[in-house]
Every structure is written in C-alpha cells, then in structure tokens.
C-alpha cells in the first residue's frame, strides 16, 4: 500500500515539503544569530536532492516563514512581513546550482570537492546574511541600530552552522556511496574514526567545556580556543571526514560554554573554530587525496604481484609439461635404441655390445636429471618436504660429496602450490650460490612455517659450513650442473622472493655462510 502511494508524484513532493519544514522549525528553535543550525540544513538538502523536488524545498520553507510573517505583522511591519516571504532557499539556489553542474561539487558518486563546497558554503552565508540584515534594516527601520556587528553575526551563524552540518551530512554520503548500510553498521565497531573520536575526542571536548565554562578562571577563553586541537588531530588522522566529525564536535561545544547569547567572547571563539574548521577541511581533503593515491598505489601492488606469481605458477607448469614430455623421450628413445641393439646384436662384438648399452643408459639417466631439474618427480609425486629431503638437491649434493641436512617445522603442507614451487626454486638456487665459491662442504636447510595476522609465512635458511679435509674430495663440475640455478646469485634469489613479499638476507656465521628467506603466502589462511 504505501508503495504504490509513493509512487505518486505529488505524494514525494508533499512529503519532501513537509520533512523538511518539520525540520527547518526544530532547527530554528535551537538557532540564533551567530549559530544558524538551519542553514546547513539548508544547504544541505540543496546539495543532495534531485532538482525535481526543488519547488517542494520552496514551499517547504515558505509554510513556517508565512507563519512567522503573519505572526509578527503588527510587531515589525508589513515591509518586515513582506520580505520574510521571500524563502532564502531560493536565494541559494542558482549559487548551489552552479556548484554542482559548473564547478562539479560531486566529481563521482562517492567523492566531493571541499574546496567548490566552501566556496558554495562561503557565497550561500553572504546571501542570506544580507538578507538577514535588510529583514532586520525594515524591522528597525525608526530605532539606532548596529547594522555592521548584526551582518557579522548573521554571516557567523550561517557559515558556522553550515560547517556543523553540511560536511558531516557529506561523510555519511560517501560512507553510503561505497558500502551498504548494513555493513556500515558492522563496521562502526571496527572503525578507528569511531574509536578515536569516542575515546579520545570527546573527552577532550568535554574536558574543555568542563574548563571553559568558568571553572579555569582567566583560562576560559584559552580552553575554548583549545578546542580547534582535537579537530587537528582527527583531520591529521583521517582527512577531511575527520575533520566534519570534530568540527562538528567543536561547534556544539563552543555553544555548550556560551553564558549569554550574544557573548563576545563565545563569538570570538566561534570565529577561530570557524577559521579552524575550514582549514582543516581544505588541509584534510588533501590529506585525503593523499591516502587514496597510497591506497591506489598499494593496491596497483598488490595486482602487480598478483599478475607476477601467476607468471611464475604458469612458467611452472610449463616447466612440468616439458619435464613430463622429456620423460616420455627418454622412454621412446630407450625402447628404439634397445630394439636396434636387439637387431644388431648378431653384427657386433660382445665388447661393443655392453658399450652401448652403458651409453644408452647414460643417456637417459641425463635426461632423467635434466627432467628432475625441471620439474622434480619426487615434488610432483610426493610433496615439497620430501622433495626437499629426498629430492634431486639432496642427491645431487651427495654424488658431489657434500653432507646434506633438511630439517623441517610447521604445516608446511597448508601452504599453497605456489608458494611450494617458489620455495623449491629458492632452496636450489641459495645452494647454487653458497657452492658458487667451491668452500662448502655441508649444508643444511632449515624450512619453517607458521601464520600471524590472518596470513601464512615461510622462513627458509641454508647455512653452509667448510670441512677442507672433506672439501678436497667434492666434484665441483658435476655439482653445479646437476643443481640446476640460475647462476644469477643474490640478485635472483630477491627478485624471486620479492614476488611472493619476501626478503632475503646473507651474513657470514662461523667457517661458512647464511641465506635466510622469508615468504608470505598470497592466499589467506
């Protein structure tokens, strides 16, 4: 029932009329000459609402000025009481106008240019304080008054009741730009806005109010100066949304210590929380801006890395497709040099015979290495723990004459596929480095993994150790071709860790040397 009434037109419209004169009187019974509350409601809905509903907003506020006109007719005059039904809402209107198609106030959805909204706040104040001060010129049009501190007070209380409502009312449209109101609603516990400004920002204001209403003595006046302080510090902390949520904050708080109206003092502190906020408004929005492009800049990053361990993981599987054709090679090449040999067997001399066969073996035990190089078997068959104990490296190391240790921690096996590979790769090629200078003769590789922060992490260490007794007996030649690096040294090793986040350390340690990994799997655990 109700929406299929909404769906009148005239229906929005009178709705539209009447929320907003409701809310225009209430603002109006909190408000007086130097704090106008409803000017930022004003503004407010200038900004936000369609253009349609622009003539209800016209009506909306031309019901309770029609009121007061006729109420006080016989006090201030027909001239007062015609020139309050003039609604300043629409005086602000081609101003706000402007703003939004000209100036693009609202660049996107979710983003909003402080600097075309101060500039709108600034010119919509101008225009209603000149028109409050020719309503008050025809209302004391036979008594001595002081036009010029009456100007400034209604310029005052425009302009600051615009910044107590209007940027804060701008904050929550972003935040309902970007999330749905229901996560929004979860999310305020987490919020470091909330918490800051509940743990750390109202207390301070409180505290000051505290002071500032008499209780500091002299210091009154300073303590309400003061109070630009936490609006700093939340601008500071998160731009120009921390800076709506104090200013906010710290307009009402001004007002809260204000013994009388019309107190000198409290409009002098109102002007400095004014000047306050607009500066923090203008220095949060670059502050803003700043934190976005870092955001942008994180996770352009993290894309990046993204992208470069898909690269990796797919050069892998190539590599898999070429270990796996080159087996199946060495196979077809074995079964036809067998059949030959069979067929030649009654044209060759025993001696000869045995030759070629060990060559034949020779041949595929090559390319059963080079296969294993590429794509270990015991990795693919059996898991990167036994890879690493069991593995080619483990025999590669041993037919060199180098003693091997592995000693492995932690779930290992929760890490994913890529980090696996990429573990192998670096595993081989630190070792590759450490043998590089032919002073190594043990090794021990140490593989730990764990999870802190929601994320998995590996740590890989090899640490080479020199015995020169045993050192004269290692086949250097055979090792290094038979590890399978990259020969790149250090360089490779940061640049293959660098994609997984990781870091990459070598110092010396006793005879031999350390290289120490550390990892971060990209998948959460």
Same mark, same amino acid.
């Given at each position: 029932m109700l929406t299929r009434i909404w769906e009148y037109i005239w229906f929005r419209h009178l709705a539209v009329a009447a929320g907003y004169a409701a809310g225009y009187v209430l603002l109006r019974e909190i408000s007086f000459s130097h704090w106008v509350l409803f000017a930022g409601l004003r503004l407010g809905v200038l900004m936000l609402m369609p253009y349609r509903y622009w003539p209800a907003l016209l009506v909306g506020e031309l019901v309770p $000025?029609? #009121?007061?006109s006729l109420a006080c007719l016989d006090e201030f005059?027909?001239?007062?009481? *015609?020139?309050?039904?003039?609604?300043?809402?629409?005086?602000a209107m081609p101003i706000v106008h402007f703003c939004r198609e000209q100036r693009r106030l609202f660049p996107t959805r979710s983003i909003t240019s402080i600097n075309v909204l101060l500039l709108c706040s600034l010119l919509v104040s101008v225009v209603w304080a000149f028109a409050d001060t020719v309503a008050l010129i025809l209302a004391t049009l036979h008594t001595p008054y002081d036009y010029r501190a009456a100007a400034g007070r209604y310029f005052l209380g425009c302009y600051i009741g615009i910044l107590t409502v209007v940027p804060l009312v701008l904050a929550v449209r972003e935040e309902l730009a970007e999330k749905p109101l229901r996560q929004i609603l979860a999310d305020v516990p987490e919020s470091r806005l909330v918490l800051e400004t509940v743990s750390l920002l109202l207390p301070a204001l409180a $505290?000051? &109010?505290w002071l500032a209403s008499g209780v500091a003595g002299d210091a009154t006046q300073a303590a309400r100066m003061a109070m630009f302080l936490p609006v700093a510090w939340l601008s500071l902390r998160h731009g120009w949304r921390g800076a709506a949520v104090g200013g906010t904050a710290a307009s009402i708080a001004v007002i809260l210590t204000m013994p009388v109206r019309h107190d000198h003092e409290t409009v002098q502190a109102q002007v400095f929380i004014a000047f306050t906020? +607009? +500066?923090?408004?203008?220095? /949060? %929005?670059?502050? %803003? @801006?700043?934190? !976005?492009? !870092? =955001?942008q800049e994180r996770m352009d990053s993290r894309l990046a890395l993204a992208m470069a361990q =898909?690269?990796?993981?797919? /050069? !892998? @599987?190539? @590599? =898999?497709? +070429?270990? #796996? *054709?080159? !087996?199946?090679?060495? /196979? %077809?090449?074995?079964?036809? #040099?067998?059949?030959? @040999? /069979? =067929?030649?067997?009654? $044209?060759?001399?025993?001696s000869d015979e045995r030759s070629y066969y060990r060559? *034949? %073996? &020779?041949?595929?035990?090559?390319?059963?290495?080079? *296969?294993?190089s590429l794509y270990p078997l015991t990795w693919r068959d059996r898991g990167l723990p036994t890879a690493l104990r069991e593995g080619s490296i483990p025999r590669a190391l041993d037919e060199g004459g180098i003693i091997y240790w592995c000693d492995i921690q932690g779930d290992v096996e929760q890490l994913s596929g890529s980090v696996h590979m990429a573990l192998y790769r670096l595993a081989s090629e630190a070792i590759g480095v450490a043998c590089s200078r032919r002073n190594v003769s043990k090794i021990r590789v140490s593989l730990r993994a764990g999870r802190s922060r929601g994320r998995r992490w590996a740590v890989l260490c090899?640490?080479?150790d020199v015995d020169y007794d045993r050192l004269a007996r290692v086949r250097w030649d055979d090792l290094l071709s038979a590890l399978g690096g990259t020969g790149m040294g250090l360089g490779a090793l940061k640049d293959r860790a660098g994609i997984f986040e990781g870091k990459v350390h070598a110092r010396a340690r006793g005879n031999g040397n350390r290289i120490s990994m550390i990892l971060f799997d990209p998948e959460l655990a």
């Open positions: $000025l029609g #009121y007061i005059g027909w001239m007062w009481s *015609a020139a309050m039904l003039v609604p300043p809402i629409g005086l $505290l000051l &109010v906020i +607009t +500066t923090m408004l203008m220095l /949060g %929005a670059r502050i %803003a @801006l700043l934190h !976005e492009r !870092e =955001r =898909r690269n990796v993981y797919l /050069g !892998e @599987l190539q @590599l =898999r497709q +070429t270990s #796996y *054709a080159l !087996e199946q090679m060495s /196979g %077809a090449i074995q079964s036809s #040099y067998n059949q030959l @040999l /069979g =067929r030649m067997r009654s $044209l060759l001399p025993g060559q *034949a %073996a &020779v041949a595929q035990h090559q390319m059963y290495r080079l *296969a294993d090899v640490d080479s």
